[in-house]
T-cell receptor, first 111, second 113 residues
């Protein structure tokens, strides 16, 4: 069974701090997505990465896909209270369109 | 553009009853997916439609679950009869291209008592 482990599970930081969330697996994936989810809402897609080593930036968020396409990281610079939420990674293998979701990282940014 | 719409947003039913969840995808999105999260677990894939055809239903837990997509537009997911372990949040997502650009709905929270 393929698993996506995210770390840390919970993170509480002060506004302005930097943080990194990790998404790890022993499997190779053809693409990986990061989502943010808020209470009572569905996950909102932030980014999709498909190439090993790929780095994408979305304002203060930097996403990296591992060289071997088994892991990914999400780095947030100067976190804001609006960044608070549940961050999910999701990955799919070649030959399928279904995604496996990670265990999630719950981030709280304190003002 | 309107997003993915799911209803009801909440449903509380008794064990043994039937419940039907509905999903309206973004207009023009041929790909429609159902996922669910049961308490304390990760979001898990249920099935994938391309237009009206089931492309992959490997995640459907058992034959109490029936999904349809009439005319390739909206989709329904029926649970009959519902069991306690079916409680959770059921999400629908749609995309133009298979496997990319998912847009999720807000989900239906199903509680079986």
């Amino acid at each position: 069974t393929q698993l996506l482990e995210q770390s840390p599970q919970f993170l509480s930081i002060q506004e302005g701090e930097n943080l990194t969330v990790y998404c790890n697996s022993s499997s190779v994936f053809s693409s990986l997505q990061w989502y943010r989810q808020e209470p009572g809402e569905g996950p909102v897609l932030l980014v999709t990465v498909v190439t090993g080593g790929e780095v994408k930036k979305l304002k203060r968020l930097t996403f990296q896909f591992g060289d071997a396409r088994k892991d990914s990281s999400l780095h947030i610079t100067a976190a804001q209270p609006g960044d608070t939420g549940l961050y999910l990674c999701a990955a799919r293998s070649s030959g399928t369109y279904k995604y496996i979701f990670g265990t999630g990282t719950r981030l709280k940014v304190l003002a | 553009e309107a997003g993915v719409t799911q209803f009801p947003s909440h449903s509380v039913i008794e064990k043994g009853q039937t419940v039907t969840l509905r999903c309206d995808p973004i207009s023009g999105h041929d790909n429609l997916y159902w996922y669910r999260r049961v308490m304390g677990k990760e979001i898990k894939f249920l099935l994938h439609f391309v237009k009206e055809s089931k492309q992959d239903e490997s995640g459907m837990p058992n034959n109490r679950f029936l999904a349809e997509r009439t005319g390739g537009t909206y989709s329904t997911l029926k649970v009959q009869p519902a069991e306690l372990e079916d409680s959770g949040v059921y999400f629908c997502a749609s995309s133009q291209q298979g496997g990319y650009g998912y847009t999720f709905g807000s989900g239906t929270r199903l509680t079986v008592v």
